[in-house]
């Protein structure tokens, strides 16, 4: 399993049109093939932070999300909303407490 964490930093007056980016397409992305959980983050002190947080079967489903045309589609348009550029990774869960 892959753990997927996206940080993006959007300008102020853009966080609620990201917002309503995301409400139009995590039903979709939640569905994709190999997508186990989806979730929205904002950060407790900066408001225009958000993080999705997700978890994939594999590498190889992740791969095949981002090469679709909902994340192409999806991410054009949040990319512009952006006030500085996102960080991504992907984990392993390496213990559970």
């Not at 995590?26 to 569905?31: D, E, G, S, V």
């Not at 958000?50 to 594999?58: A, C, G, H, I, P």
Request: hydrophobic share 40%; charged share 30%.
């Amino acid at each position: 399993m892959i753990i997927r964490i996206v940080r993006m930093t959007f300008q102020e007056d853009k966080t609620e049109a990201f917002l309503d980016i995301f409400n139009r397409s995590k039903q979709y992305i939640r569905a994709f093939d190999g997508c186990q959980h989806l979730e929205l983050l904002r950060d407790k002190n900066t408001p225009n932070i958000l993080m999705t947080y997700s978890y994939w079967n594999s590498e190889e489903h992740l791969n095949i999300y981002r090469d679709s045309e909902l994340f192409k589609t999806t991410w054009a348009a949040t990319k512009v909303l952006f006030s500085d550029k996102p960080v991504a990774f992907s984990s392993e869960r390496v213990e559970v407490v």
